[in-house]
């Protein structure tokens, strides 16, 4: 599983932080001489037609239940930053809570297949991709990408997520490592390099196949 991981991160390095993905000729872009513009922004240069936007403008984001249901004997598990593993979800670890609870938890924020879990609170910076094909957990305090609304994108969102880029971005979090924790508008206000749709696309052929085997080996 870890060399599966190192594989689709060494990917998502070369295409889209060193920009040699390949190009109309299936050659590395940027080595190639493919065409780069400054962007302002990012103080460097990055392929023509490329942008830089807020992850919030191309993805909805959420945040799980602020509350503190009580827990039941019975009833649906209740998620935290503690239970997140990368493909899974240590799920026996969690306490239950009732119906109605879980009913109005995902009234705020519920949880599908292909959304990206993400902890906000203790050890931040930690992502699972949810790939249960029934969800039946409720969240508290976990961000919450829903990449299943756009699964075209999700892989690249989630090694986004998982880029080094991204640990230099919590590192700049307003509330300090002291405080361990992350607002929703600082997740709402990353910003994510949004690169051509055939890219995207590429990328995703390539990295679902990744994750597929990820997936199995995991179950």
Known sequence: IQKL???????YREWFVEFEFPDENGKPYKSNGGEM?????????????WSNEKLSSIINIKDGTHDSPSPTEDGYPL???????????????????????????????KVDKYDILFSMIGTVGLVNYV?????NFAIKNVGLFKTSEKKEIAEYILF???SDYMKLYLASNPNGST??????????????????YKTILKFEEISQKVIESIHLKTK
């Open 179 to 196: 405080q361990n924790y992350v607002t929703l508008g600082f997740l709402r206000d990353m910003p994510i390099l949004v690169p051509s």
């Open 5 to 11: 991981e190192e594989t689709a991160q060494a990917i």
């Open 131 to 135: 790939l249960y094909d029934e969800v």
């Open 160 to 162: 986004y997520l998982k």
């Open 37 to 49: 513009v400054w962007n302002e922004e990012l103080g460097k240069e990055i392929p023509k037609g």
């Open 79 to 109: 998620v935290t930053s503690t239970h997140l593993n990368p493909y899974d979800i240590k799920l026996t670890d969690t306490y239950n809570i009732s119906e109605e609870d879980y009913i109005q938890s995902n009234k705020r924020s």
